[in-house]
Antibody, heavy 115, light 108 residues
């Protein structure tokens, strides 16, 4: 069974860059799309973007100027960088496999933006 | 951007009853590119339905999806205690891939 695990700092200062990595185990990162979705505490889900294993990306326009998703196939990982964060970026960040109906998700990691 | 509106916001039912959840899109969702997810507190969403009406692997047949264009429905035929959760629809026919705001299914 494919497993995904998010990792990265749980606390980021305002105006800095949020960086998260998703490690894929029991399966190859090749030949799939890989997504990031976030959920502010007590609120609904927001699609952040996805990357194909070859490197092509699609981002939410509301975040496009600040977000970068990359893939490292040699490590079976993909990553999220979100720059110039504010308190509004505080959320649980999920990584998931697939872009159109994700059937494998990580457990999520809470990132708090605060000084 | 396609806006998905889910109704009702909260649905109060008893185990054994039938649940009908609605997801309405602000414009037509191409190729029925719509999914439904279930989320329980502290857990990641779980995919229930993709392509509007196809059940994901391992999903019980009491869950069914229907609809096309701008109107979609998730039906749970006979509620089990473990079905009480929040349900989200998501469209991926047009970028950005938006989610509905969710329907909370609670025990009456």
């Amino acid at each position: 069974q494919v497993q995904l695990q998010e990792s990265g700092p749980g606390l980021v200062k305002p105006s800095e860059t949020l960086s998260l990595t998703c490690t894929v185990s029991n399966g190859s990162i090749s030949s799939y799309y890989w997504s990031w979705i976030r959920q502010p505490p007590g609120k609904g889900l927001e699609w952040v973007g996805y990357i194909y294993y070859s490197g092509s990306t699609n981002y939410n326009p509301s975040l496009k100027s600040r977000v970068t998703i990359s893939v490292d196939a040699s490590k079976n990982q993909f990553s999220l960088k979100l720059s110039s964060v504010t308190a509004a970026d505080t959320a649980v960040y999920y990584c998931a496999r697939g872009a159109s109906g994700s059937n494998y998700w990580g457990r999520g990691t809470l990132v708090t933006v605060s000084s | 951007e396609i806006v998905l509106t889910q109704s009702p916001g909260t649905l109060s039912l008893s185990p054994g009853e039938r649940a009908t959840l609605s997801c309405r899109a602000s414009q037509s969702v191409t190729s029925n590119s719509l999914a439904w997810y279930q989320q329980k507190p502290g857990q990641a969403p779980r995919l229930l339905i993709y392509a509007a009406s196809s059940r994901a692997t391992g999903i019980p047949d009491r869950f069914s999806g229907s609809g096309s264009g701008t109107d979609f429905t998730l039906t749970i035929s006979r509620l089990e205690p473990e079905d009480f959760a929040v349900y989200y629809c998501q469209q991926f026919g047009s970028s950005p891939y938006t989610f509905g705001q969710g329907t909370k299914l609670e025990i009456k």
